[in-house]
């Protein structure tokens, strides 16, 4: 039987969102229904609020999140009502060529729910990276359901669905950090505070934060930085290579994805150095590098999806560093909020007053 619940729904580009009543159906094969218990606001979510993603309007925003499974399909893969899970936006499907070539964090075919959740008239919803979790409860494919220790607290372990990953994996998994190397990550936001944690965790012996603002540096302290540079008022590439003896980092991560960051980061590099791009660009942006310092500088350059992550090897381990107290989650969450408050916390995600505005449910 259909569940008619509360959503947070864009109904139109650039339009301020709505809470609305909206229909979930009950999972069929491969499908699971979650009740959701928080979900992060993610700037992802505000791209799709502006049309930037798609115009395939209206969507049910929120893909940051946790919850417990309340109803499962056929070939539900082990999944069962009552398991604790954060869902994840990457359903590897074992079977493209990604995945039999053993990088299933590549997937070409990722899974996400058959049916469409709607409005009560019928409209179907698109939802934000296959996910809806600006809800009650919403529907996802069994294999979006990670089950992950219950003692987390849900706004804490949703984070790691989004934001938390993609930072954390850009450093240990895409810019495969190891023990002494040097990191710089350019943008202390959620992403990048997750970054330079990673950085830490991995066994960086320098971790430099960078930004514009202060606060936000200071926080980055928080996640594990050693060094932080404030790039209004210096000139980031030098003070990174200072703090380097000259030479630069082994690892530059780009948290923030505008040229001006993406150059910045290339060029605070070490030689041989790698720069790990994982903030998302808006599709109108370019770059332009000389070819003879792509070439003269060697090294790699690499774009984090996802933090390249496997959600069912990845997202338990971070919920186990969080349970013991060796990852702070805790520390991403600025506000607990209600569905009715997203709109207002977008504002505040604009002027960059939150790492994270979760909504408790």
């Known amino acids: 039987m259909p569940h008619e619940v509360r959503g947070v729904v864009a109904a139109k580009k650039g339009a301020p969102v ?4 909206i229909v979930v159906p009950d999972p069929g094969p491969g499908e699971a229904l979650v ?5 992060g606001v993610c700037h992802t979510d505000l791209h799709y609020r502006e049309g930037a993603v798609s115009d395939d309007f209206p969507f049910l925003l929120g893909h940051e999140a946790a919850g417990t499974v309340e109803a499962v399909g056929p070939d539900a893969g082990g999944l069962r009502p009552g398991d604790y899970v954060v869902i994840a936006w990457r359903a590897p499907c074992g079977t493209c060529r990604s995945c039999l070539r053993g990088r299933p964090w590549y997937c070409f075919d990722s899974r996400n729910a058959a049916q469409p959740m709607t409005l009560v008239d019928g ?5 934000a990276l296959g996910i809806g979790a600006f809800a009650e ?5 069994a294999g979006q359901a990670v089950k992950v220790d219950p003692a987390a607290r849900p706004e804490a372990a949703g984070l790691i669905g989004c934001g938390v990953m993609a930072g954390y994996g850009a450093a240990v998994n895409t810019g495969d950090v190891g023990r002494g190397d040097t990191v710089a990550v350019i943008g202390c936001g959620g992403v990048g505070c997750a970054a330079i944690a990673g950085a830490s965790h991995a066994g960086a012996r320098r971790v430099i934060a960078v930004d514009i603002d202060d606060a936000k540096l200071d926080g980055a302290t928080r996640f594990g930085a050693t060094h932080t540079v404030n790039s209004r008022g210096t000139e980031p590439v030098a003070a990174v290579r200072g703090l380097t003896g000259g ?4 690892v530059a991560i780009d948290a923030v994805g505008v040229p001006e960051t993406y150059k910045q980061a290339f060029y605070m590099r070490d030689h041989a150095g790698v720069l790990v791009q994982v903030g998302v660009p808006d599709p109108a942006m370019s ?12 090294g790699a350059l690499k774009s984090s999806w996802y933090g390249d992550c496997l959600p069912t090897r990845d997202f338990p381990l971070l919920v186990d560093q969080y349970l013991s107290r060796r990852l702070d989650l805790g520390a991403f969450v600025t506000e607990k909020i209600a569905l009715a408050d997203v709109e207002e916390a977008f504002a505040r995600m604009r002027r960059g007053e939150v790492l994270r505005s979760v909504v408790v449910l």
């Not at 709505?18 to 009543?21: L, P, R």
């Not at 009740?35 to 979900?39: E, P, Q, R, Y």
């Not at 409860?137 to 494919?141: D, F, I, S």
């Not at 030479?247 to 082994?250: A, L, N, S, W």
């Open 123 to 127: 409209t179907p919803l698109s939802t």
């Open 35 to 39: 009740s959701v218990g928080a979900c």
């Open 247 to 250: 030479f630069g980092v082994d």
């Open 287 to 298: 770059v332009e590098l000389p070819l003879l310092d792509l070439f003269s500088r060697g």
């Open 18 to 21: 709505e809470v609305q009543t």
């Open 137 to 141: 409860k919403t529907l996802v494919a």
